[in-house]
């Protein structure tokens, strides 16, 4: 992806976090977490993957990385209680690679963005009914491997997901976060292959 498309991704980014923002100052208005819950983190990460493209059994290319990454934390659901939340969740680690890009008439390294992540059903336990509280955070799902920018297939499987968070002021918390997931995909005759771990330090704003 280059410069100006970065530029317009990043700018997309502090765009949304400000309207979800503005979004749950809107809402948030009785500060109990019990009903309805928004949120959306943003944060430094860092993201450890290889990857392997077979065919017919037979190495074609393998990859082992490890980068800096941008993570994003989004959640939507439910909470029965001001203690118990149940929504679904997207942890994602946004990073830059090498990658050789072939166009009709040349070949040329250039630096893509890459994202793995989790996504599916989680579950928050707040240890106190009101803030400030520490809490813990489990969920699963698929994991997805993907280069959004390119149009490129996702590679898909189950992956995992935690945390641990404080609640340092309603509708505020920092939150420690790890994901994990082996995605694969198949393109006949070749079958891609994936495996990565995740960690990332997110500010958090949750409306309730």
């Not at 983190?41 to 980068?67: A, H, M, R, T």
């Amino acid at each position: 992806m280059n410069k100006k498309r970065r530029s317009q991704a990043a700018l997309v980014v502090i765009i949304l976090c400000f309207v979800l923002t503005m979004a749950v100052n809107g809402f948030a208005f009785d500060k109990e977490r019990k009903g309805f819950i928004l949120g959306f983190g943003l944060g430094p990460g860092f993201s450890s993957y290889s990857q392997s493209i077979d065919s017919v059994s037979v190495g074609i290319d393998s990859e082992d990385l490890s980068k800096v990454a941008l993570l994003t934390n989004f959640k939507i659901g439910y909470a029965p209680t001001n203690q118990i939340m149940v929504y679904w969740m997207s942890k994602v680690n946004w990073f830059g690679r090498e990658d050789t890009v072939q166009t009709t008439t040349s070949t040329r390294e250039e630096t893509i963005t890459a994202a793995n992540g989790v996504g599916g059903l989680g579950i928050t336990y707040f240890f106190r009914p009101k803030a400030p509280s520490l809490y813990l955070t489990a969920g699963g799902g698929f994991a997805v491997r993907s280069e959004p920018f390119r149009g490129t297939d996702s590679w898909m499987s189950l992956g995992l997901a935690g945390a641990i968070g404080w609640e340092f002021k309603p509708n505020w918390g920092l939150e420690l976060s790890a994901i994990w997931g082996e995605p694969t995909h198949e393109d006949a005759p070749y079958e891609y292959q994936a495996n990565f771990l995740g960690v990332g330090l997110s500010i958090n704003v949750l409306g309730y």
